[in-house]
């Protein structure tokens, strides 16, 4: 049973920060990505880095957030300049699959359980 361990969310003031860790338990992942989830909103991607360590980022978050990794299965999303629009449930999302693009939610076939990031 593969698992994607998350932590880090919480509550913050607007132009407060967060950090977000993940591990995923396999042996082998090439993208990893964050997504996140506002209620009766669809899943977006945020930040993914893929096997060359070359991030992605979504326009909204681009200059604030920063992902990256210290080994194949840890990533880290450092969250800075919350906006409330921000706020949302945080998934952490791993894929095996070497073309996985880090903002297409099918392309990821392991998930967290999700990290709520609340900025007020």
């Known amino acids: 049973h593969v698992q994607l361990v998350e932590s880090g969310g919480g509550s913050v003031q607007a132009g407060g920060s967060l950090r977000l860790s993940c591990t995923a338990d396999l042996h082998e992942t090439y993208c990893m990505a964050w997504f996140r989830q506002a209620p009766a909103k669809e899943r977006e991607g945020v930040a993914g880095i893929y096997p060359s360590g070359t991030p992605y980022y979504a326009a909204s978050v681009k200059g604030r957030f920063t992902i990256s990794q210290d080994n194949k299965n840890t990533v880290y999303l450092q969250m800075n300049s919350l906006k409330p629009e921000d706020t949302a449930m945080y998934y952490c999302?791993?894929?095996?699959?070497?073309?996985?693009?880090?903002?297409?939610?099918?392309?990821?076939?392991?998930w967290g359980q999700g990290t709520q990031v609340t900025v007020s």
């Open positions: 999302a791993a894929s095996t699959i070497f073309s996985a693009r880090a903002y297409v939610p099918s392309d990821f076939r392991y």
